[in-house]
């Protein structure tokens, strides 16, 4: 059965995804701006990447676009052991934290390593992929958008042949949609006039971010125990 929209967690409806999904266009754009010209969440092409190389024999290329889908694959694993450590309690809640604190502290770091920003980033983007994945009970994905574009596509299709509701639904989808886009010109934006420090701004956002997710937690609790 469908959830309701008094069945759906706080986690999964559209105006806390929009904070969550912003988060994968904007740091995709400081990444490519300000750390020289990487995406760090689009492994679909580093993986075409990785193929060509070999075929061009350029080992150079084939190891500079695998390292990104081995950290990806890295930040996944994280958020595994993170589920496992704090498993008696929300491990979303330490790892949006945790996640603000590094995004802010990435901007500190030097020019000269940008690789290692990248790594790290990738990491991040790897984790932040495992905390939310889920829209009113469907999939969602916070870093990567040709699913959401798939998942766009069937609502919107829905919308005209079921009527209003469905076409509601679309519209909800459509803002969360835009959110990743719109997180990619915010990126850009700032991270032009900031330089490396341009993550800062994301870091103090998702840390904001983190604060609600704790309020709006404690006060779904109080409502289930009441």
């Avoid at 950290?71 to 491990?91: H, N």
């Avoid at 999939?139 to 005209?160: D, E, M």
Wanted: charged share 10%; with cysteine; glycine share 8%.
């Amino acid at each position: 059965m469908e959830k309701t929209a008094k069945t759906i967690p706080f986690f999964e409806k559209t105006s806390f995804l929009i904070g969550v999904t912003l988060f994968g266009g904007y740091v995709n754009t400081y990444n490519f701006v300000a750390r020289g010209g990487n995406m760090i969440s689009f492994h679909t092409g580093n993986q075409i990447r990785c193929g060509m190389s070999l075929a061009y024999q350029n080992w150079n290329d084939f190891f500079f676009y695998l390292m990104p889908v081995l950290m990806c694959f890295a930040g996944v694993c994280l958020s595994e052991i993170l589920k496992a450590a704090f498993r008696k309690s929300d491990w979303r809640r330490y790892t949006l934290f945790a996640e603000a604190v590094i995004l802010f502290a990435v901007g500190f770091v030097p020019n000269s390593l940008n690789t290692l920003t990248t790594y790290v980033l990738c990491v991040l983007a790897g984790t932040h992929f495992c905390i939310f994945r889920s829209w009113e009970g469907q999939p969602h994905n916070t870093t990567i958008a040709t699913g959401n574009l798939r998942s766009l596509a069937q609502l919107f299709c829905k919308a005209v042949t079921d009527g209003s509701a469905a076409g509601m639904k679309f519209l909800r989808y459509f803002c969360l949609f835009l959110s990743f886009p719109f997180g990619a010109f915010l990126g850009t934006w700032v991270t032009l006039r900031l330089g490396n420090y341009g993550i800062c701004p994301l870091g103090i956002f998702m840390f904001f971010w983190a604060v609600i997710y704790c309020v709006q937690t404690k006060q779904a609790a109080q409502a289930k125990a009441a």
